[in-house]
């Protein structure tokens, strides 16, 4: 878990805020630190206010609503500028807001072609499916979308919805709704070697289907009768 400090702090740029012309540098400041142009420019624009208004009769008394828009600025822009600079080095938060907000600021992963490592200290996820998913990957597997990781690996709904913003699929394929592994839970040894598995292999995935259940998931059949995914690849 990130330490909870890093949301709650105030960056010492929000308290500059406070001060005339000062904060409109402040703000100014925040942009040229996360890199948006929007902030650098309104900063700027209370700079000029500070010094302007004061300077004309006709609308000095309106430099008390510019200060008060400054500081209301700042402080709205806190939370988005602690989601840029959010540290690399930290784990991302459970809190799927906080996760979507640093994750709308970062590079996207893509399932197919990331690190193991990316997997664990980027997204998230446990060891467990990380190694499942590259043991699949490493076979040839290409996923598709969210759900697959759910169908295939079993990798549970509320972690998919919360990593779904940080992730992309590089090669979408296999569309039709006949591609499916689901038919290793329908199809007889016979009509799996019509497909063309071999003998074995299909009496072997029929047999423990028989014996102990569905098969659950692609990693399922795998770690049940110790067959290959390049076996049924083509099935699924």
């Known amino acids: 878990m990130p330490q ?3 949301f709650d702090q105030t960056p010492a740029w929000v308290w500059w805020s406070c001060f005339p012309v000062l904060g409109g540098g402040a703000i100014a400041y925040a942009g040229s630190k996360t890199g948006s142009t929007a902030w650098i420019v309104a900063g700027a624009c209370f700079v000029a206010a500070a010094i302007i208004f004061p300077s004309v009769p ?5 430099f008390g609503f510019v200060w008060v828009a400054q500081i209301t600025t700042a402080f ?6 602690l ?3 959010y540290p690399t080095d930290l784990p991302l938060p459970e809190d799927t807001k906080l996760f979507t907000a640093i994750a709308a600021h970062r590079p ?4 197919n072609s990331c690190s193991k490592n990316d997997l664990v200290n980027i997204l998230g996820l446990p060891i467990v499916y990380a190694n499942d998913l590259d043991s699949l990957r490493s076979e040839g597997y290409i996923f598709t979308n969210l759900e697959e990781l759910h169908d295939i690996l079993g990798i549970p709904n509320l972690t998919l919805k919360r990593i779904e913003s940080l992730v992309v699929f590089s090669y979408d394929y296999r569309q039709e709704s006949g591609y499916s592994w689901k038919r290793l839970n329908l199809m007889s040894a016979d009509e799996l070697e019509g497909l063309g598995l071999e003998s074995s292999v299909a009496k072997a995935i ?11 998931s692609l990693m399922d059949i795998k770690k049940r009768t110790g067959i290959p ?3 049924y690849r083509h099935l699924t």
């Open 76 to 81: 709205v822009l806190k939370r988005e500028y």
């Open 229 to 231: 995914f390049s076996a």
């Open 108 to 111: 996207k992963v893509d399932i």
């Open 206 to 216: 029929a047999a423990e289907r028989q014996s102990h259940g569905e098969f659950k």
């Open 58 to 62: 006709v609308i000095s008394n309106l």
């Open 83 to 85: 989601a840029k600079t």
């Open 4 to 6: 909870p400090s890093w």
